[in-house]
């Protein structure tokens, strides 16, 4: 089993948006029993809050739900218990460092670097762009799930 952790700063607008868009794609292909999906926060400042509503109602225009999902933070532990670890951009990647310290399995990287314009994904709670984030999402999510699957060929 494949354990992917989408990981931004507050865990209720990209990364949530990353886990259920990726958790769909599986669906779709009937993948969803090889990978163990989840999302966290490197803040505390969300924790335990629901996802934003704006997250809730782009990802509703697709037929995904986020019921249930709240927001947790990233902890040391996970390093040992994932695969990947994906940040949403390169803040994102500092301060996961700052949590899991020394990447020594590599298994750090931002979503958009598995596609062929990598770049960093921006915040909707900022931006209020929540359609430019679906639309980056997505294709970081189909571009991680071919890369991966080229690698179990």
């Not at 865990?11 to 999906?37: H, Q, T, W, Y």
């Amino acid at each position: 089993m494949i354990h992917i952790m989408f990981i931004c700063h507050g865990n209720i607008c990209r990364s949530p948006m990353a886990e259920f868009v990726f958790k769909n794609l599986l669906k779709k292909r009937g993948l969803e029993d090889l990978f163990m999906i989840a999302s966290s926060a490197t803040s505390t400042e969300e924790l335990s809050n629901p996802v934003h509503h704006g997250t809730r109602n782009k990802l509703k225009e697709y037929g995904i739900s986020t019921d249930g999902k709240r927001s947790v933070q990233l902890s040391k532990k996970d390093y040992e218990k994932y695969d990947y670890l994906i940040a949403m951009d390169g803040r994102n990647i500092t301060n996961i460092h700052r949590i899991i310290g020394h990447d020594s399995k590599k298994i750090v990287s931002k979503l958009l670097d598995f596609t062929e314009n990598p770049r960093d994904i921006a915040d909707p709670w900022y931006t209020g762009n929540f359609d430019q984030t679906y639309s980056d999402i997505y294709e970081g999510c189909e571009a991680l799930l071919n890369c991966i699957l080229k690698q179990d060929d």
